[in-house]
């Protein structure tokens, strides 16, 4: 196939950090939706529903923070899950102005699903590199995340 | 600011790969937006941009390989592109059904103004990288687009 073609033959140091993570990113997605495209959500929405598979009551707040996505954004995409059942709102007793979220039964089921799709990809990625490399890896990425936040804030 | 709070006291280890690489594509977005926002141009026209200064002539096709993004939406990203007359499009002497493209010289100006974005955003976030680090990063990237675009096409 010639995009593996392509890609196989450029050296790596010719491909910019930036160029190298949007790539990664896009094939990503494609992946991710060739899975939940049944399913009538999206890339991003499969991503909510995995967070809080793993925290639950999460505030809308802490859903953009964590995914670093505004909170118009993050509540679109909340609103449309919320209409097809895949989550609940509820407003904090203490704190009116702010909604708390978890999954529905049918939600959690979905993102169970969603959590395959990602261990399979990350399984795959991952199967020739060490232990010890790939923390060295999340070490350097996540090095990144917090030097790019550090300059959109100059 | 809590965003970055959150991400310097959550362990790397504790991050999947796949949430790593969409929060850097994100926030890098971010900031190549706060960039060209003035230019009336988008992040994904700005990598157009940015490739056809290094590589003229270029068909549109080849721009959807090189980006791994479909037909429909370069063509579509291009069309406008052409529009405000920052790129040209002419039809291939000897295969008619294929465009050549190419930047105009207002292009080419805009292009080399993101191109200095991107290199800020480079140099800023390998400052604390050695070389060597460096290549063994984009390594490991390319590795990981390699194995997406393999693991798509199963």
Not at 2 to 31: C, M, W
Not at 109 to 123: D, F, Q, Y
Request: with cysteine; glycine share 4%; net charge neutral.
């Amino acid at each position: 196939m010639k995009d593996l073609k392509y890609f196989k033959e450029i050296p790596s140091t010719d491909l910019p950090l930036g160029a190298l993570i949007s790539i990664i990113h896009r094939v990503q997605n494609i992946n991710i939706n060739q899975g939940i495209k049944k399913l009538g959500i999206n890339a991003s929405q499969a991503g909510y529903l995995l967070k809080l598979l793993h925290s639950t009551n999460m505030t809308q707040d802490e859903l953009s923070t964590q995914y670093h996505i505004d909170k118009g954004a993050v509540a679109r995409g909340l609103c449309r899950l919320e209409e097809d059942e895949f989550i609940i709102r509820k407003r904090n007793q203490t704190n009116k102005r702010c909604y708390q979220i978890s999954l529905t039964p049918k939600g959690e089921e979905v993102a169970k699903e969603i959590e395959k799709l990602n261990n399979i990809w990350e399984e795959h990625i991952c199967k020739d590199l060490t232990q010890e490399k790939k923390e060295e890896l999340q070490e350097n990425l996540k090095m990144i995340v917090l030097k790019t936040i550090e300059l959109n804030e100059k």
